[in-house]
Structures are given as C-alpha cells and as structure tokens.
C-alpha cells in the first residue's frame, strides 16, 4: 500500500519487518528518528521477540551487534557522522569476524567544523572497511535496499551498510510502497545456520592471527566481499519479483543508452539530476548513473554503464582532502585505459543544497566544453578569496614585526 | 575467522603450575579440603599449553573462574574476552585453548560485546546459557570502561571478570588506571632512583562498580582459590550484571620471582591494600579480616617495581603514604576486627545472597 511517510519511519518499518533479534540504538542526528520509531514498535508490541538495547555510545552500539550476531541474532542498528568514526573500530572489526548485520547511516558531514547536515563524508570514510555499502537514491529504495541488505547479510556471513542522505531523505515526507510481510518473508527466510556461540559446539570467534596466515585470511575476506557483486542482483530480482517493483541491483542508468556524457553520482541527488537531463536540450547526449552499490565496487556495471560517453562527470558528496573525491578515482581507475576523460565534482558539503540550478551551471560548463578536471560547485569565490587575502596579509605583518 | 576447539567437555588431565601454597598443587592439604583445580579429572574450559609466562597469576584465576563459572551453569556458559595478555596467549590461531565458547572482538568493547551476546540468548529462547566476560584491568578500567559502565547501568545478565595485574602487561607493562602509586612501570619509568607512578590513588574499580547499585560485586585473589571459586559460584547465582576483580600478580611485570605470584597476593590482602569484599545491591555485605597482619613494605620489598623505595636509600616519605593508604583502606572495611566477634553488619548469610535477585525483565 503506498502511504505518505517519514524516510525514518518507513526505513523502521522494513526494518521491522525484517524480525531483527537485537536492535541497538544511540542517538545522532539525523539517524534518530529511525531508532526513536523502532523503540516505538518493540514497545507497543508490534515487534515481538526482539530486545532492543539503549546503550551508551556508538562504539557500544557495534559492540553489542558484535556479540548479539557472533550468538546468533539478527542485528540492526543505524548511526550517521561522528557516531559513524566513533564506532570505527568496531565496524572494522565486524566486517573481520564476518558477522551478518544492518546498519543504516544516516549520512550526514563530518566535523570539524561540525555541521549536523547531509554529505556523504562519513560512509566515505568506511569505505574500505569489509561492509557491503549500498546508496538509496530515494525513500523507496531506502525501504527496498533494508530487505535486501539483510538477506546479503545472512548469505555473505557479511556486515551490510545503507547509506541515505541525512534530512534530505531521513526527514522527508514521500510516498513509499512498504512491502507487505509475506513479502519480506518471501525474500528474507529465517537466517541461516552458521557456525555461533554455543555451548554444545564450541568455537573460538577473534582469535590472533599471525604474519603466517594473515593475508590469506585477508584474501579470503575480501573474495567474500566482492561476491556481493554476483549475489547482490539476484537478491534484487527476488525482490523485484515478490513486490512487483522494480529493484536496484549494482547501479542505476538513467538516459546513458548512447549518451555522450554521464554523471556518476549516489544518493539522493539522482532524482535531481535525472530531472536536469530531462530538462536540458536533447542533442546534449547526457546520461545518469547511480552506483547503488559502491562497496564492493561495481567496475563493470560501470564500464557497461558508460559504453557510449566520451566524458565521465562525477558528482562528489565528500572530499578527500588532498585528493578530490573518492569516488571519482574509483571510477577512473574501473575506466583506466579506455581513454574517456574523468572529472570531479565536488558538491553539497555539509548540506548546501545541489538543487537543479546548480546541476544546470554544472551541464552547461560540460555543454561548453568549459569542465576543469576537479571544480568546486557552488563555491563562494569571494569569501574564499577574503579568507585567503586575510591570512597573506597576517603573515606579512608578522614577517614585518621579525625584521 | 574461527577455529574449532578440542571438542567437548573431556576430562583434561591436571598439570600442577604452582607448588608450596595452601590452594591448588599443594599434595600436603587433605584431599576434601582442595580446589577443585586439584581434581585431575575436572573439566577445564582453559587447557594447559597455552602460553602465558610462568607464574601467571591471570592463567591460574581464569582457569579457576572459568571452571567454576563451567560448574555453576552446568556447562552452559559462553565468554567473551578482551584484548590482553589473557587473549593473546591462549588463541594464537589455529591453536586455542579455549574448550568454552570464546568470542574475542577489541580492547575496549567486551562489556559490551557481552551485552549483546546476553541479549540476543534470551531473546533466542536460550537465556539458560550464562555469559562471562574477562579482561585485564587496562582494558576494563582505562579503554573500556565507558562499555563497563554501561553494561552496569543496563544490568545487562553478564558476569565480568577483571583480572587485575595493575598495569598494560601484554604491552611490556605500561602504566594504567589500575597502577598503584610509586610503581615502576614503562611509562612511569625510575631515573636515578626517582620516579615510579605519583601517588594518586588506582582507580577503585569495585566501589566503583557498586556505585552502580548491580546486584554483586566481589573482589579475590589467586592467594585463596576457594574464596575465588566460592564468590564466581555466587555469583552465577545471580542474574543481571556482576562484577568480580581478581588480583593476579604479574611476575614480569611487578619483577617477582615466578614462584611468588600466590604470595605476593596473599601479601596484598594481608597488608590491607587488597581488601577481599562482597557487595550485594551496592552494600558492602562482606568481608574478609586480615588474621595475620603484614607492614606494607613486606609486600613492596619482593617487587622490583618497588626497589626504587629501598635503594640507594628508603624513601621513608612514600613508604610512610602507601602504609597510610593501606590503613585508611583496613579503617574502611574494618579489615582489624576479631575474626571470631559477631559482625552484625556485614556478612549476610548465604540465603540471603542468593535471595537478592536482579536480573533482566
């Protein structure tokens, strides 16, 4: 049944759905809202038969997920931000023990500054730590990738993150079709036996692994990891067939069918663009691509994806400093040698909204030819130019005062 | 990454690790007044061979916490470890010594790993499984006691175990929260006789515990085993979260002989540094009186840590503010009174104890 709903809320709802065991639950912004509900459903009920856990940090958070999964729970809990690095540790260390789990990520910037509002800084961060890492591109997909993420959770014996943008999608009223539960039970069967902690066969879960096996134990992790590559699809098309709705396997193209120029970006502003390329003038040739899954990295839906562009604009939500985005040299490197040129776009930091204007100027520098390499969207040039004329002029009053 | 243990509960023929005291290995006590540790066909969840140092006082309390702990939930127990000596020498993969469930994730997260281990046995229907959680005073008390505190203020079913060694041995003993004034250790290093920990106190991690009003708090040593036993066993009689501190001598990192371990425990509880106590709902309900009252240069002259008090010359002015301390702490507890008067405040019946309930809803 389509309904009018919160992101948070519908994103509890098919949490729930899910019959988690163990949800724990530590505020921030803007990830409140979904363990705020769920605490709201254990109590009235609505979710019997699971223990919901009010703990006292992030990293305690992870912590009992750990524990709860290496027993045998299915585990959920979602954080954003500086909850995200706070846990950090620990979310290393599930993705290493090959734990199943869910974690929503509410993705909001990373401080300092510290800014409450959306970028996709702090999943970008985690990148590389063991967790399957899926992107929604809307309320919807956000309900749809839960169901999903719990299923390739259970059969990768893998930690699952959903990334959705903070109060862009977290607090935004939309029409979502939740999944009814003979559906999710149809895609999502109770979790699978594994190897836990029981007395009636021991195990030794986190034991010290020595220079003489660690890299095969690494190897072997990261082969589990890229298997969501095959299964992530299949998973979807389960999906897709028990709701009758359409669902998002590695990435999603919008208009790249012979398209000269496509714009590689996650998250919520796909809905934007896809707006914009409607919008610009045919015989500009742009096309959209939204990796719904970036970890692990589907190189070669991508390579498929931009088939036919000359040009590969990607639409930064995080800044690795020092070197631009990071999603940008991903895509560059699944390209490397195919001789199409990638540049970066760094936008929305800390909540400015991308909004079609902007995406607008961004396709008209493209439509001139007029695309640098690496370009700050919608910088305040003249605040920049102060601050940098400020600090020159400090410094040679100070050099002044030396000699 | 996981590894199969030995499988089962077989009977693990005993290697004596100690001789000469009064607890396990010695042949001279009466056969009915042993610790079960003395028992060749006892099940032992923590197998020999691992390999801690000789002398470990923390392998000696975690084999007996763990049998008892084995014996009380009739062999339904599940642990979770933290990072430390404890772990590190007992699971280098693909050995382990481990014939319990064992689960090993970080330093600082045990409590709450435990936690979320209790929470999901009983929401699985198997709350009849009992979790214990161990790890050493650093990582109970310095980088893990946010998740300490937390799993207390929850009262999450979880009996913790801190095995105290008074510094990050595992590290190449470093100063924690847990080293007592004056000690030498690698960060609080003695130059030209000076130096050692300042004289803050440790943390006082068990008044700390009871602050938390958690159904049972105790505290032991290696130096009497049954007491050991005797408040593990009480303690799985309880549910909700438990909180025992065990003293274990460290002898590379206190500079002991590796035979004093026992002593230099027995040292510390006698001088009145280690009070032996039982809490129950945040009072004191117990404790143990000191018979034989020692000075507490008797316990400091045997460690190394110490010798920057005795030579070149005494440093009568530590000396004289660590006597003190133990004093205070004998004055606290009353740890001077008669053995044999009645104490009508402490010591409540066994009965009583096992009456005072806890527990998750």
């Not at chain 1, 934007?272 to 003038?281: I, P």
């Not at chain 2, 045990?110 to 979320?116: E, F, H, I, L, R």
């Not at chain 2, 004093?327 to 009174?337: E, G, K, P, Q, V």
Request: net charge negative; proline share 6%.
């Amino acid at each position: 049944m389509r309904q009018q709903r919160e992101g948070s809320q519908a994103v509890a709802e098919a949490v729930a759905l899910c019959r988690p065991d163990v949800v724990s639950a530590y505020p921030i912004s803007p990830q409140t809202h979904i363990v705020e509900h769920l605490s709201r459903l254990v109590l009235s009920g609505s979710l019997p038969g699971c223990t919901y856990l009010n703990v006292e940090s992030e990293f305690a958070s992870m912590s009992t997920l750990i524990g709860a999964s290496a027993t045998g729970a299915r585990s959920y809990t979602a954080t954003a931000s500086q909850g995200l690095l706070f846990m950090a540790e620990a979310v290393f260390n599930a993705a290493g023990l090959g734990l199943p789990m869910v974690m929503t990520v509410a993705n909001r910037a990373i401080g300092a500054p510290i800014n409450i509002w959306n970028d996709q800084g702090d999943s970008m961060a985690m990148r590389d730590c063991g967790w399957v890492q899926l992107y929604a591109a809307d309320n919807q997909e956000a309900v749809d990738l839960h169901v999903m993420a719990f299923r390739l959770a259970d059969e990768l014996e893998l930690p699952v993150m959903v990334c959705m943008d903070g109060f862009v999608l977290t607090h935004a009223f939309e029409e979502v079709e939740l999944p009814t539960q003979e559906q999710v039970d149809a895609v999502l069967p109770p979790p699978p036996t594994r190897p836990v902690l029981d007395p009636a066969a021991p195990v030794t879960i986190g034991a010290m692994v020595g220079p003489e096996a660690y890299t095969e134990v690494r190897y072997l992790a990261d082969r589990r990891h890229r298997d969501a590559l095959r299964l992530l699809p299949l998973v979807a098309a389960d999906y897709a067939r028990a709701t009758g709705r359409d669902a998002a396997g590695l990435v999603r193209t919008y208009s790249c069918e012979g398209a000269d120029t496509v714009v590689v970006a996650l998250g919520s502003v796909l809905g934007t663009l896809s707006d914009v390329v409607d919008q610009r003038d045919v015989g500009e040739r742009v096309g959209v691509l939204g990796l719904t899954c970036y970890r692990p990295f589907p190189a070669d839906a991508v390579r498929a994806a931009v088939r036919s562009a000359r040009r590969i604009v990607v639409v930064e939500r995080s800044l690795a400093l020092g070197e631009d985005g990071p999603v940008a040299a991903d895509v560059a490197r699944a390209l490397a040698g195919s001789g199409r040129s990638v540049s970066t776009v760094v936008c929305g930091l800390g909540g400015r909204p991308v909004t079609s204007a902007v995406l607008h100027r961004l396709l008209d520098r493209v439509a001139r030819d007029d695309l640098p390499q690496r370009l700050f969207l919608d910088l305040d040039r003249d605040v920049v130019d102060r601050e940098m004329q400020r600090t020159a002029a400090l410094a040679r009053r100070a050099e002044e005062v030396r000699s | 990454m996981t590894a199969d243990t030995t499988s089962g509960t077989a009977p693990e023929p005993v290697r004596f690790l100690q001789v000469g005291s009064l607890a396990a290995g010695n042949r001279l006590v009466d056969l009915s007044l042993r610790a079960v540790q003395a028992d060749p066909d006892r099940p032992s969840g923590l197998t020999k061979g691992h390999r801690a140092c000789r002398g470990c006082g923390e392998a000696l309390a975690a084999r007996v916490v763990l049998d008892a702990a084995s014996r009380a939930s009739d062999g339904r127990l599940v642990t979770v470890n933290a990072t430390g000596c404890l772990e590190v020498f007992t699971s280098p993969y693909p050995e382990s010594a481990w014939k319990v469930p064992w689960l090993h994730s970080l330093f600082g997260n045990a409590p709450a790993v435990a936690s979320g281990v209790a929470a999901a046995l009983h929401v699985t229907g198997r709350a009849d499984v009992r979790v214990l959680a161990q790890g050493g005073d650093g990582g109970t008390l310095d980088i893990g006691f946010g998740t300490l505190s937390g799993m207390f203020e929850r009262n999450d079913d979880v009996l913790y175990v801190c095995y105290d060694n008074q510094a990050y041995m595992n590290t190449g003993v470093q100063r924690s929260g847990a080293t007592p004034p004056a000690a030498r250790t690698a960060t609080t290093p003695v130059v030209h006789g000076h130096g050692g920990k300042d004289m803050r106190p440790a943390k006082d991690a068990p008044r700390i515990a009871m602050a938390h009003g958690i159904p049972y708090v105790a505290t032991a040593t290696v130096a009497d085993l049954h007491d050991l036993e005797a408040k593990v066993t009480r303690a799985m009689g309880l549910h909700g979260a438990r909180y025992l501190h065990v003293l274990v001598p460290c002898p590379l990192g206190w500079g002991s002989a590796s035979d004093e371990a026992v002593r230099l425990a027995r040292l510390a509880t006698q001088t009145g540094l280690f009070p032996l106590l039982e809490a129950v709902d945040g009072d004191v309900v117990a404790t143990t009186p000191i018979r034989h009252r020692e000075p507490v240069e008797a316990y400091l002259r045997p460690q190394r840590r110490f010798a920057h008090l005795f030579a070149p010359e005494r440093d009568e002015q530590v000396l004289a503010a660590i006597q003190a301390d133990a004093d205070r702490t004998i004055a606290r507890y009353r740890l001077d009174r008669d053995d044999d008067a009645p104490d009508d405040d402490f010591d409540l019946p066994d009965d009583d104890l096992a009456d005072t309930g806890g527990g998750l809803p």
